[in-house]
């Protein structure tokens, strides 16, 4: 479904952003891009979806070029910004107005979008919070129907009850032809939704890890459940115990920490390393 080749790239009169970035993602995957401040999700994601060209390299999504920004390309992926446009229209007229643009739009699961997340389609845009924008086109591109859904920090000013919707709608929109992208750092809102994990950091791809593998290859512990500390790929000092990842023996059931392995991937990533198969 994405498959980026040797990609570089970087803004006018700044240094190289991306250098011969590779990256192969498929179908029916909820996958978490994560990255430091600067690292370049949003550039990327823009590359992804046509609203930035690479300086060299291949980019193919859904088997087209993405920067060519075909009418059949753009009716099949949804990309969410981090910051939205200002709009002066209902949420009604908006999807009246949009909706023609993707042939798969299902209004019926729009409908149902907004009623869970509690906001009234006849309401304006101009009116609402910043929360509510974001509940209304999360609403809008989980209907839309897409091939490829792009949300840049979709929980960004998302209330807790409102992160807990968007993970069950995000759900149970999924499909097996579909691909959902999601950047952020609020890795906890992640918990339990996605299956694939994604780091980008100094300007590649450093980590591309399903989370099965991730559960089959890493612990994540107490210290004094794991005392020796030579056993310790990452850890952290807590207030109590710390917490360290370790190599998996197969003998503890332990849940993913995101942040945990998120910071010992970009404080050691040859520790961490994906390897061709993965
Ligand atoms: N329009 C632009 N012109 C020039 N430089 C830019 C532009 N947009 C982003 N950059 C630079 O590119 C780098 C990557 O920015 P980008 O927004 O892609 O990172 P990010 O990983 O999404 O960051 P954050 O997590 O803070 O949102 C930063 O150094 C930023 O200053």
Redesign the pocket.
């Known amino acids: 479904m994405i498959s980026v080749k040797n990609l570089s790239f970087h ?2 009169k ?1 240094k190289e ?1 991306f250098h011969e970035l590779n990256l192969e993602l498929g179908q029916g995957n909820i996958v978490g891009l994560l ?10 994601i823009k590359i992804l979806t046509g609203l930035l060209y690479p300086k060299a390299g291949e980019c193919q999504m859904l088997g087209e070029t993405p920067s060519k920004r075909s009418p059949q390309f753009l009716g099949n992926v949804y990309f969410l910004p ?1 910051e939205i446009e200002e709009s002066n229209l209902r949420m009604d007229k908006h999807v009246a107005l949009y909706a023609p643009f993707y042939p798969k739009f299902d209004h019926e699961a729009f409908a149902s979008n907004m009623t869970s997340f509690g906001i009234d389609p006849s309401e304006n845009l101009k009116n609402l919070s910043y929360g509510q924008k974001k509940q209304f086109y999360i609403s809008f591109g989980l209907a839309s129907g897409c091939s490829l859904l792009v949300f840049d ?1 979709p929980t960004n000013g998302l209330d807790i009850p409102s992160k807990s919707v968007f993970r069950k709608l995000v759900a149970s929109s999924m499909t097996d032809d579909k691909l959902i992208l999601i ?1 952020t ?1 609020q890795v906890r809102d992640l918990g339990n939704l996605i299956d694939r994990v994604l780091v ?1 950091n100094n300007g590649a791809i450093i980590f591309n890890k399903s989370t099965e593998d991730i559960s089959n290859q890493y612990d994540f512990v107490s210290t004094d459940t794991v005392p020796d500390s030579t056993q310790w790929l990452y850890h952290e000092r807590g207030l109590g115990n710390g917490k360290a990842i370790v190599q998996s023996q197969g003998n503890l059931e332990s849940k993913i920490d995101l942040e945990l392995l998120f910071s010992g991937i970009v404080a050691h990533p040859e520790k961490f390393k994906t390897t061709a198969h993965e």
């Open positions: 803004y006018a700044k952003l990255g430091k401040n600067g690292a370049g999700k949003t550039s990327l981090e920090e950047s750092h980008l």
